[in-house]
């Protein structure tokens, strides 16, 4: 264990041997019905990402659902609060949950799965592991774990004590930690993980798992706080939350995908679709760092400026930038898909988010790419443990103080006496950015669910809504430290892409390419994203604004960010 945690320091020549961005490493799986087409790949077994579609992790509890996304089919899991009486099945023999962590996803989860649990009748205990002497701990007591009632305890305490384990500190922290964490845990334990990021380090260390232990993944698509707040809010409708992706990477139980749908349905998913550890780090590191959060990011920074250099005022170039994408976008695109943007147009309208699509798709084609291509291949996740263990001296910077943010203040003050426009241009070039997210995942053979969940739902149902509430670093910022360096990092690339080469094409009066329009048009995630559509309950996400404080505080979302180096 000694010689992995050293390679995880390695320096960065370790990536220089990269995976063929289209395939994934088989994981050991009992319980599934395996694709055909498994092959040799330098003496070791894999499969293309595009037959992760077939996956069929076989539970002893819960249906399963065939559905047909655009063509493929695929099996998903329904969620809701009428599933909770199954929920002691799922879990027999479980007696503690460790929830390892308190940064984005931990509160949410840990908050979700007690009373969930709680509702079904059970008695097995949800703890929360925490180093000594962490801030985390005044939060984790605030909303009900403590010392005295046995549910607060130091980490490793925790881990040691706990039939399953979900690991939910940072990405950077489980690099350096992980040989620790895996020694401490019970023989027959269940490690629970919601990223992937973990096997792509082990993978990079020539690291594996215990084979004596169940390792799964449940993974909400959605930041923590929108996990938890959709929770809260669907407890009177038979559940509303964020949809989740589950993968069996190990199964020395014959029990383990029982295990993941249950963790799935007891944090709130309305449908959990099947994955693996593999392709889920690749499309949620890489979608992160696109439409959800960097790219969005980007884009209303360009647009804002160009308003502006065109001669807009402050406020109005942040109603046509900002506004327009977090308001009207975001609420058409939630339940009418991307089309339903264009078809909202007038006939004017159109020919405007034709040139402005058609001078983006390109420039945001060849960002999104790279970065799939950095996540395949292990840069990036070394980029994030490179930058954490620099946190001590360069910490994490804000980003909402410049002018266009104060104006967002401002404008947000107001918002009540105030018309949003669907402005054209912006539609275009926010649609590019999110179809160059989408094709990118496309290319490299994920599936449907996950294109659509890790490109399009995300953003609209999840994280839009944040920065409409109260700016960018309320909606990046209260992401994993993963999550938040990849903003930082490449929302100046989108950025400088679309200003350098986008805006100056339509400016030319470049002509609209007839054929990318077409491609966009007939695309298949469309049809896709209808399925996904009709699984989306009914509730919207409801966010408290800079003067409200629904949804924020001790367990929810923070308005108050850190970044703190990880500590042995």
Not at 259 to 267: L, Y
Not at 463 to 486: E, I, K, Q
Not at 556 to 561: G, K, L, S
């Amino acid at each position: 264990m000694a010689a992995t945690s050293a390679a995880a320091r390695a320096p960065c020549a370790a990536f220089a041997r990269c995976a063929p961005i289209t395939s994934i490493v088989a994981p050991r799986l009992g319980p599934l019905t395996r694709p055909a087409s498994l092959r040799s790949t330098r003496g070791r077994r894999s499969l293309t990402v595009q037959n992760a579609v077939k996956y069929d992790y076989n539970t002893k509890v819960f249906e399963k659902e065939l559905l047909t996304f655009a063509g493929s089919e695929e099996y998903i899991y329904r969620g809701g609060r009428d599933k909770f009486s199954k929920l002691p099945e799922a879990f027999a023999g479980i007696k503690q949950i460790g929830v390892i962590g308190w940064g984005s996803q931990a509160p949410a989860q840990a908050q979700n799965l007690k009373e969930s649990l709680a509702e079904a009748g059970m008695d097995t205990k949800v703890v929360i592991g925490l180093r000594k002497g962490s801030p985390s701990e005044s939060e984790a007591r605030a909303v009900g774990f403590t010392e005295e009632a046995g549910t607060l305890g130091e980490v490793f305490d925790v881990i040691s004590s706990s039939d399953f384990v979900i690991l939910l500190i940072s990405d950077a922290a489980q690099a350096k930690l992980y040989p620790r964490i895996l020694a401490a845990m019970k023989p027959g334990a269940t490690l629970g993980l919601s990223h992937g990021f973990l096997l792509g380090v082990m993978q990079n260390d020539g690291a594996d798992f215990r084979p004596d232990i169940d390792v799964v993944l449940m993974a909400p698509k959605g930041m923590g706080p929108s996990v938890r707040r959709l929770y809260e809010q669907g407890k009177t409708v038979n559940g509303a939350g964020i949809n989740a992706s589950f993968a069996v990477h190990q199964d020395a139980s014959s029990r383990a995908a029982d295990v993941a749908v249950g963790w799935a349905i007891a944090t709130g998913a309305p449908f959990a679709f099947c994955t693996t550890l593999e392709s889920e780090y690749r499309s949620d590191i890489y979608g992160e760092r696109c439409v959800i959060l960097g790219g969005v990011h980007g884009v209303v920074e360009s647009l804002f400026r160009r308003y502006v250099a065109q001669g807009m005022s402050d406020e109005d170039a942040y109603l046509n930038s900002v506004e327009c994408i977090t308001g009207p976008i975001t609420q058409i695109i939630s339940r009418s898909g991307m089309l339903g943007v264009y078809e909202a147009l007038g006939a004017e309208g159109k020919a405007t988010f034709d040139a402005a699509y058609s001078a983006a798709i390109g420039p945001a084609n060849d960002v999104c790419r790279e970065i799939y291509d950095d996540v395949a291949c292990g840069n990036e996740i070394k980029s994030v443990v490179n930058a954490v263990s620099r946190f001590d001296r360069y910490p994490m910077g804000k980003i909402d103080e410049t002018h266009m943010w104060r104006v967002g203040a401002a404008v947000r003050a107001r918002r009540a006496s105030l018309e949003v426009p669907l402005n054209p241009f912006t539609a275009g070039v926010y649609i590019a950015t999110m179809m160059a997210t989408v094709q990118t995942l496309q290319d490299a053979g994920h599936p449907f669910s996950e294109i659509c969940n890790e490109s399009i739902i995300e953003a609209v149902d999840s994280l839009n809504p944040y920065m409409h509430a109260r700016g960018v670093a309320f909606m990046v910022d209260n992401c994993s430290y993963t999550a938040r360096l990849g903003s930082r990092k490449w929302a100046p690339r989108f950025d400088y892409i679309l200003t350098q080469q986008a805006y100056v094409a339509v400016d030319k009066g470049t002509p609209a390419d007839a054929e990318a329009l077409a491609a966009f048009k007939h695309a298949d995630v469309h049809k896709a994203q209808e399925t996904c559509a009709a699984l989306r309950p009914s509730v919207d996400i409801s966010v408290g604004g800079d003067d409200d404080s629904t949804g924020v505080g001790a367990g929810a979302a923070r308005t108050e960010f850190r970044s703190q180096a990880v500590l042995a």
